[in-house]
């Protein structure tokens, strides 16, 4: 099988089942059925059509946006977001880019997790492109290093929302475990840990509304979730 033709492969594995999750009201909350078999050949262009299945299954708010991938480097972090300065400065349409970590394609990381991490990502997308240029402009200092936790947290919930929890659980496991040992607290500390998935899990099981107001006021520990009512 050719090196194109692999790729091409990798994809449809992925993508056809999350696909066929894709319910009427653009609901998806089964999508990560699809994501659930390693990725040890996952390259650049195949992690930029599995993020197109990722927004055609469970982001039809981005069915227009001008969204790529592109690759950074860095020892701790492994998918980011940006938009594109020149055009926000110039006034043209908007372009974002979700920028991958090669290390992420090297280190084998679960496709559950994969999936989970672009809706992240791609969550990102959804509030960088609501608004005006001015309101985009108040949120640059977010797409720095100087990530605040809340922002990361809520972005979190909004993937749990459309369906990658599961997803989430798994991506954290993996990467505390390829980050340097220094990073991991700030890890815990910016995003929701497995522990906090599972919890929040458990407690929408028993009261979905409690998404609504953990949306309004994100839980920053694990007893803020558990003590939720």
Known sequence: MSKCSQHSFLVLAIAVP????????????????G???ALPALTLDAAALLMQTVKGASFPE???????????????DYLQTRFSLPRFFLLRPMRYFVEINPGLFQQ????DGVCAILAHE????????????????????????GYTAKFERATDLEAIRRGYAAGLKSYRVWVYAHVPSNRVAAKRRNYFSPEE?????????????????WRRHVPMNLGQIESAR
């Open 62 to 76: 981005l069915a227009s946006a001008d969204l790529r991938m592109r690759t950074f480097h860095s020892p701790s």
């Open 122 to 145: 791609l969550s990102h997308v959804v509030s960088l492109s609501r608004g005006n240029r001015l309101r985009r402009f108040g949120l640059i200092r977010l797409l720095s290093k």
């Open 197 to 213: 998935v599972g919890a929040i899990q458990t407690k929408l099981a028993q009261k979905p509304e409690l998404l609504g107001y």
């Open 18 to 33: 999350v696909l066929a999750t894709f319910s009427a009201r653009g609901q998806s909350a089964p999508a990560m059925a």
């Open 35 to 37: 994501c659930q078999l």
């Open 108 to 111: 084998q990381a679960p496709g």
